[in-house]
C-alpha cells in the first residue's frame, strides 16, 4: 500500500492509550465507530489488540496508535539498563549536567538520580573540532574493548554523545558499528539530534536509548498479533512516524497521545472558523493545556521527568488533574485532590473496586455524571457504594456531602485554571481572546467552569470528545523533523542559509520517498533559531522573505524589548517534511432549526450547582441537530463524555455538529 495515498484505505483505526481508557476509533469506508475499553497498566498491549481486533474485524487497513510506553517507562524508572559513551575526559557530561536548580530556595536540594549509572559510563579516544576536523584519530581497538566490557555488564542499550559529532559522524558512526556486533542496541547523538549543546544533546540520545528496547519488545508484539495491520505511531511533533522509526527514536513518542489530541483539535476548530485556541484535554489521570495562536505550538526545550529533551515537541503543558485524581486530606487537614490517580485498576469508587474518591465521583454524586449513559450504558456506576464513602469522609471534614463533593470539583478546576494561566497569561496572551476547545472523557464536565473563572468567552465540544485524540492521529500527516547547528553571525547571508537548507531538504525528500511518498505528497516547512550575539538562548520562528523583521518582532513579544540594530546570529536551522496523508473531511449538516432539540430530549434530572438543587434537562448528543440551541442548566450524554451546561450558558450546534458554548449567555431556553 503506498503510505501517500491513505485515502484509498477502507480501514482507519486510531488509538489513545491513556491511563484509565483506551480510545479507538474506527473508519469503515464511510462509517464510523468508537470504542473506549478499560487500559491495561502493567501490560498496555493487552488493551489495544483487543480494541483492535474488536473494531477490524478481520479486515486490514491502517493503525495509527499514540503510545505511553516511552512516557511511562521515562517516568517511573522503567527504562533498561544503559550505558553512555562520549570522548575521554567527558563522560561525566550526565552526571553533571547544567548547574540550574529546579528548586532554588530548597536547601537540602538533590539532583534527580541520572539514567546512566556512573559506572556504566566510558570515554574512548578520538576528538572532532568544532569545525569539524579530526583532531585525535579514532582508536578501534580501545573502541572493542569498551564494547565488550559493556556487552558483558549487562547493558541493553548504549547512548553515544561524541563531541561534534552532528558536523562529522565519523567516530560516532564507527563506534555505533562495533557495538551493533556486540548485539547491543544503539542511539548515535548525531542521528537523534543534530545540535550543539553537548548536555541537551547526550540527553535526549540518553532518554532515546533508555527506552528503546522497551518500545521495541511492545511494538513487535503489537505487529505479531496484528499481521497484515499496516501500523503507525503518532509522534510528539504532532506526526505520525513509521514502526521502524519508532523503534529506532523512541524519545519522539514521549507526548504522543497528547500531541495527538492538539493536532486533531486544530484541524477541527480550523474548519470551524476558529484558530485562536486553548486546547484542554482532561482525561482519566492528567491535564493536558496548550495554546494555537493560528499554529500548532512547537517546542524544542521540553523537560520530561526531569530530563531535558531537546527534540520538536508539541508545546504541551501537562497537570496531575484528570477524571481519576484521588481526593485525600492531608496533613493540614485540609482537602486536596491529586496528582495521583485511582487510574484503570482500581478506579474511581463508582467503578465498583477503588476505596478513594475521585474527581469523576464528585461529579456522580453532584448529578453531573449520568450512570445510565456512561459508556452508552455499556459500563456500570455505583452510586450507593459512593454514597457511603462520601458521607464518611464529608463527616470527617466536618462538611455535608454536597459541599465535598464541590470542594472536589472547585480544587481540581482550580488546579486546571492555573495550567491554563502558565500557557496564556503568563506568556502575554489574554484568554479573552481564545476559544477553549474542550475534550477528553472529563473536559466537557469542567470546560464551562474553566472558562467562567479565566474570562475565556466561549467553549467549543467536538463530536466523541473523549476520544478526540484517537482520532487527530487519523487527521495528521507523516511528519519528519531535521536540524542542523550552523552558527551563522552574519545572520541575513541568504545563499549560505539556502545552501544548508537545499542539503537538508534532499535527505528528507530522499526519507519520505522510501517510506511510500510521491513527490507531490511531500510538504517543506523551513524554520530557524536565532538570537542577538551574545546571547545564551534563541527563538525559533518559521523562515521567510523577512526572517530579520520576524526574529526582532519574536522577540519583543517574548521578552519586552527588542534591539534591531544589534547584531543577530543564526544558531540553528530546521526543516519539517510532511508527507500528506488521507484527508478526513468532516461531513456538514442541513440547518435543522433550533425546536428541533426536543426530539433530542431524554428527560430531566436534579443537578447541583453551587449548592442548589436545579431540574435540569437531559438531551442526547447524537440526536442533536444543526442549529439546535441548548441553555443551561442541562446535560448533553454522548458514548464518551458528558457536556454540562451550567446556568446562566447557552449551547448552539454548529454545521459539523460541535457545541459551541457561549459563556454568560443564557436565556430563554428555546428547545
Known sequence: MDKGDLGETVLLIGVDTGGTFTDFICKKGEEWEVLKILSTPNDPAVAVVKGITLLADNNTGRVVHGSTVATNALLEAKWVKTAFISNRGFKDIMEIGRQNRRRLYELNYMKDLPIVAPEATFGIKGRINADGLELESFDEIQARDTAKLISRSGVQSVAVCLLFSFLNPTHELLMGQILEQEGLDVSLSHQILAEFREFERASTTVINAAVLPVMKAYLQRIAAELPGQNLAVMQSNGGQISVATAVREPVRTILSGPAG????????????????????????????????????????????????VKIPMLDI???????????????????QVGPESAGA???????????????????????????????????????????????????????????????????????????????????????????????????????????????????????????????????????KDYSLTVMLKDADDLPVLRRYYQNMEIRARADLQAEGFSENKVNIELYLDMRYQGQSHEIMLAFTEDYLHDFHRCHKKRYGYS???????????????????????????????????????????????????YQAKIYDRDQLKYGNSITGPALVAEYSSTVVLPPGTKAEVDKYGNLIIEIGAGGNDES
Not at 492538539?262 to 476558529?274: C, L, M, T
Not at 469523576?360 to 455499556?378: H, S, V
Not at 540553528?572 to 432539540?597: F, M, P, V
Open 261 to 308: 489530541g492538539v493536532a486533531g483539535a486544530a484541524a477541527i476548530a480550523r474548519k470551524a472558523g476558529y484558530t485562536q485556541l486553548i486546547t484542554f484535554d482532561m482525561g482519566g489521570t492528567s491535564t493536558d493545556v496548550a495554546l494555537l495562536n493560528g499554529q500548532l505550538p512547537l517546542s524544542t526545550e521540553s523537560v520530561i521527568g526531569g530530563f531535558p
Open 317 to 335: 503543558h501537562t497537570v496531575g488533574a484528570g477524571g481519576g485524581s484521588i481526593a485525600r486530606i492531608d496533613s493540614g487537614r485540609a482537602l
Open 345 to 479: 485498576e482500581p478506579g474511581p469508587v463508582c467503578y465498583g473496586k477503588g476505596e478513594e474518591i475521585t474527581v469523576t465521583d464528585a461529579n456522580l454524586f453532584l448529578g453531573r455524571l449520568l450512570p445510565e449513559y456512561f459508556l452508552g450504558g455499556k459500563m456500570k456506576l455505583d452510586k450507593e457504594r459512593l454514597d457511603k464513602r462520601i458521607r464518611i469522609m464529608a463527616t470527617d471534614l466536618g462538611l455535608s456531602p454536597m459541599e465535598l463533593a464541590e470542594g472536589i470539583c472547585t480544587i481540581a478546576n482550580t488546579i486546571m485554571a492555573r495550567a491554563i494561566r502558565v500557557i496564556s497569561v503568563e506568556r502575554g496572551y489574554d484568554p479573552r481572546d481564545f476559544t477553549l476547545f474542550a475534550y477528553g472523557g472529563a473536559g466537557a464536565m469542567h470546560a464551562v467552569f474553566l472558562a467562567e473563572s479565566i474570562g475565556i468567552p466561549r467553549v467549543m465540544v467536538p463530536k466523541n470528545p473523549g476520544i478526540l485524540s484517537a482520532l487527530g492521529m487519523l487527521m495528521t500527516d507523516v511528519i
Open 563 to 613: 534591539s534591531p540594530e544589534q547584531k543577530t546570529e543564526i544558531v540553528n536551522i530546521r526543516l519539517r517534511a510532511k508527507g500528506i496523508s488521507a484527508d478526513i473531511s468532516l461531513s456538514e449538516s442541513a440547518y435543522a432549526g433550533t425546536n428541533a432539540a426536543k426530539e433530542a430530549l431524554l428527560g430531566e434530572r436534579q443537578i447541583i450547582f453551587e449548592q442548589q438543587s
